[in-house]
Structure formats: C-alpha cells, structure tokens
C-alpha cells in the first residue's frame, strides 16, 4: 500500500459512491461496446437471413434506458414476397374464372409473351450492333 493511504475501515464509513461524473465517463466505452455488438449482431443475422433464406428478427435492448431495437432482415427480398403475393391472388382469380373466360385469358397471356419475346429480340440485337463497331476497331 502507498504510504500514508488510509485502510478503510470495514465498521467504518461505506466507500464513496461514485459520483455522476464517474458514471458518465463509464458509459461511453459502455455505448462503444454496445453499438460494437450490435453492430455485429446485425451483420450476423443478415449473413443468415440471407444464406438460409429466412427472416431473422432482432430484438436488443439499450444499456443506457433500456429501450428496445429491432431488426428486421427478410431472407426471401420484398420482391419475392410480392411475386408470391400476387401469384397466389391470380392463381384465385384463375380458379374462379369460368371456361370461355379463361380462354380469353390464356391467349392475352399468349401476346404478352409474344410481346416481350419481340422486344427482348430487339434489345439483344441492338446491344450486338452496337457492340460490333467496338470490336471492329479493336482488332484494327
């Protein structure tokens, strides 16, 4: 022990409490580690949402008023979700068509696909064309 530091006495006077400047300057490092887990914990239910497929929830809670946070990370995207969405209400719409209706349905389905096919024909062979004087003037 220093010299001239003082024991507490153990019948004595109760140590000090810390005073309010004491815990401020413990909760900094306390918040850093906190928004450091935290931030890990995101990452890792992420990488998991992702990889497995599923939707991971996280629910944390703040050291300094106890508050939650949560996290919601979607293992199927918004768009897949929409896309079963709105099969699943056109696979009803199509169940409760009636023969002649569902005809009719098939073959705009048909010049829809038809449609797309053209434009995607177009699509590619303007990207070609467009390619084709890049190559011409590389091989010169």
């Known amino acids: ?3 001239g530091a ?13 005073s309010a400047a004491a815990a401020n300057a413990t909760q900094p490092p306390q918040q850093a580690l ?4 935290h931030a890990e914990l995101l990452s890792q239910a992420r990488d998991v949402a992702r990889e497995f497929g599923v939707d991971v929830h996280a629910i944390v809670f703040r050291p300094d008023d106890g ?3 949560r996290n919601e990370f979607l293992g199927a995207g918004r ?3 929409l896309k079963d969405l709105i099969g699943r209400a056109v696979a009803r719409d199509v169940s409760a068509m009636g023969a002649p209706e569902l005809a009719a349905h098939e073959q705009h389905l048909l010049r829809l696909r038809a449609l797309v096919a053209r434009e995607l024909q177009a699509k590619a062979a303007k990207a070609k064309a467009t390619a084709s004087p890049k ?3 590389e091989q010169q």
């Open 6 to 18: 003082k024991k507490p006495d153990a019948a004595g006077d109760p140590a000090p409490a810390p």
């Open 1 to 3: 022990m220093e010299t």
């Open 135 to 137: 190559r011409s003037s």
């Open 79 to 81: 768009e897949a979700q």
């Open 67 to 69: 508050t939650a946070v």
């Open 34 to 37: 906190f928004e450091a887990k």
